[in-house]
């Protein structure tokens, strides 16, 4: 399955965006996709995931609150939009996907995901 992420940018602390992650290819009717971000000079960290044919979703306490996960199965795309931004958001902003239905403790894990998108920026400025 190949994914394309887009959707990052430049925006001021407290603002929002939406991020997004397109597949094709494959899709992931019975699968699971996770968004994963890495800042300079940090190794890359958890954000979100979500199975995609349950509402269960596994959130980093980091953006507990802010973020939120969802899915159009239509169009094979999960979006995450991001509120009230923080300077600590910044970061390459990576979307991963699998095929496989992993059980919900393994979605923080990106050995969990098969396929991974080539990275979106977001840059939060105060």
């Known amino acids: 399955v190949q994914l394309q992420a887009s959707g990052g940018g430049l925006v001021q602390t407290g603002g929002c965006l939406k991020l997004?992650?397109?597949?094709?290819?494959?899709?992931?009717?019975?699968?699971?996709v996770g968004w994963f971000r890495q800042a300079p000079g940090k190794e890359r960290e958890f954000v979100m995931a979500?199975?995609?044919?349950?509402?269960?979703?596994y959130t980093a306490d980091s953006v507990r609150g802010r973020f939120t996960i969802s899915r159009d199965s239509d169009k094979s795309t999960v979006y995450l939009q991001m509120n009230n931004l923080k300077s600590e958001d910044t970061a390459l902003y990576y979307c991963?996907?699998?095929?496989?239905?992993?059980?919900?403790?393994?979605?923080?894990?990106?050995?969990?995901?098969?396929?991974w998108g080539q990275g979106t920026q977001v840059t939060v400025s105060s």
């Open positions: 991963a996907g699998t095929t496989r239905r992993p059980i919900v403790s393994a979605l923080p894990n990106p050995a969990t995901y098969d396929d």
């Open positions: 997004s992650c397109a597949a094709s290819g494959r899709t992931f009717s019975s699968g699971a």
């Open positions: 979500a199975r995609w044919n349950s509402p269960a979703t």
